[in-house]
């Protein structure tokens, strides 16, 4: 312990080592990286079916679909007979030049290139005479098998998902987003996992300021792995110290497809069933795919059903806590009778009950979420039955409190986004401390910072509040006008190309 707090720890540093691996690309260097790696292979191959003129090949057991090995490189090597007649340098020029039938054939010169390839599903050949490797792509295509959405339910549209496969994932946005404009730019992340990212934008919509600032934080991240979501987020996010999410997520490809086409990039990450849309507003937490799938008239309705559920979820703890703790006579006489005949056997304050009813719903809600779902119903269902009704029956709480808590809960589960959702939570057991501490002023102090708050986050370059504030000419920030109606794009985009339609 120092004189002032805790000794201060030096923290080690972290040096990236380039070249990664050391030595130049032979057999023997892949035997030493690959040491006590029970999936390394490798075995002689006869050029021509001579034993005298013989190559090795390399590769990793479970990382190649091993009937591209033996059908595309194997037999074709083993019954050429001009690979065998020329000499090793030859063979290799003509394998370049296609006689393999394998579709994908390079010539590799570093250590590096050699070993990310056989850890991303590529088998080597070297040629100890010439001193030449060749590498081909046979990579197996075991997947998860594409699949409805879990977290965004389809209800009028497409039923596809994406999945942990990098190049499933873009297939599916290239069935969508057909331009030959589409750019999907990769970069690798993480010294230990090595992670795919790729970047993807329409070249000529895009705003290029967004599109570089996003490589440009990909590019900076020095990280060991990424591997969830957050090793993305928080890395690339402008500004963590907040509980809202200044990046949009999504599990629907249609849905990405729809933000890219309006002038957002997008972000890939292999082995992670999402992709990532930027710049994030806080209107676009409030839409939904099915928005575009309805009536614009109902679907106008809904948004601002969801508008009016946050305000809900949010101020009613606070507002009920307020009224009935500070400002009994804002009630209707009968209510406040009601409520006051009710809490008669309460032995708690106002105060104590909605927060344990809070905090009680929350529980119930993490457990249902951590069990598997035949356990989480259950869970669920004795939770609701021990925290409302015997709650109540048992004088612990008032029936107007189960009410207002359970409403406020009811409300913030229509957020399409979860992350939102969190963050709502979390502000509501604000809202709820200031309404204890201030009564009604507490609440509109707490509503004030909330609007601030929101109105100094930025996401690349676009203000949290878009299109609210700054307002965006023409546009509706709540209301979905008709699509025909629709000819701009987003003005907080900065996109290269506003108009969308004739």
């Known amino acids: 312990m120092g004189l002032f707090g805790p000794k201060k720890i030096e923290v080690p540093s972290h040096p990236r080592q380039d070249p990664r691996i050391q030595g130049p690309l032979t057999v023997e260097t892949m035997e030493r990286v690959f040491t006590d790696c029970v999936d390394f292979a490798q075995r002689p191959v006869a050029l021509g079916g001579d034993p005298g003129k013989t190559a090795t090949l390399c590769y990793l057991s479970g990382m ?53 390839d056989l850890i991303n599903g590529w088998c080597l050949l070297f040629f100890p005479e010439c001193g030449r490797v060749l590498s081909f792509l046979v990579q197996t295509e075991e997947k998860r098998s594409i699949s409805p959405s879990e977290n965004e339910p389809p209800l009028k549209g497409p039923r596809d998902s994406f999945v942990e496969s990098i190049r499933t994932n873009t297939s599916l946005l290239r069935r969508r987003v057909r331009t030959p404009a589409l750019r999907i730019r990769e970069l690798l992340v993480g010294r230990q996992t090595v992670t795919p990212v790729d970047i993807v934008w329409i070249d000529g919509l895009t705003n290029p300021e967004t599109v570089a600032a996003v490589e440009q934080r990909v590019g900076e991240m020095d990280i060991d792995a990424l591997i969830a979501t957050g090793n993305l987020e928080e890395y690339i996010a402008d500004d963590i110290r907040t509980p809202f999410p200044t990046l949009s997520c999504t599990e629907r490809p249609d849905r990405f497809s729809a933000g890219i086409v309006e002038g957002r990039v997008g972000v890939l990450v292999d082995g992670l069933p999402l992709g990532w849309l930027l710049p994030a507003a806080l209107s676009q937490f409030f839409k939904t795919p099915q928005d575009k799938s309805q009536s614009w ?18 101020f009613l703890p606070a507002v009920y806590t307020a009224a009935v703790t500070f400002h009994l006579e804002l009630l209707p006489t009968r ?36 069990l598997p779902s035949s356990i989480g119903q259950t869970v669920s269902i004795l939770g609701g039955l021990v925290v409302g009704s015997a709650a109540v029956e048992a004088r612990i709480v008032s029936p107007a409190v189960l009410i207002a808590v359970a409403v406020a809960g009811i409300a913030g589960y229509t957020m399409p986004s979860q992350d939102f959702a969190g963050a709502l939570r979390i502000w509501r057991f604000v809202l709820a401390v200031l309404a204890a501490v201030a009564g009604m002023f507490g609440v509109a102090a707490g ?35 008709p699509l025909p109606w629709v000819k701009l794009r987003e003005a907080a985009l900065k996109t290269r190309n506003r108009r969308n339609q004739r």
Request: a negative charge.
């Open 447 to 481: 509503g004030l910072l909330l609007i601030c708050h929101l109105a100094a986050l930025e996401s690349f370059g676009v203000a949290y509040l878009a299109p609210f504030a700054p307002a965006e000419e023409g546009g509706r920030a709540i209301l979905r006008r």
């Open 297 to 314: 008239l109902a679907a106008s309705a809904l948004t601002v059903l969801r508008y009016l559920c946050m305000v809900l979820t949010l």
């Open 64 to 116: 190649v679909k091993m009937e591209r090995v033996s059908d595309y490189i194997l037999r074709p090597m083993a019954l050429e007979r001009d690979l065998g007649a020329c000499s090793q340098s030859q063979a290799v020029d003509r394998i370049l030049a296609g006689a393999l039938y394998n579709l994908l054939a390079v010539e590799r010169t570093t250590a590096d290139q050699g070993v990310f």
């Open 335 to 370: 209510l406040a009778l009601s409520i006051i005949s009710a809490k008669q056997d309460v032995p708690f304050t106002t105060v104590f009950e909605v927060l344990l009813m809070l905090i009680a719903f929350e529980i119930i809600q993490e457990a249902g979420l951590r």
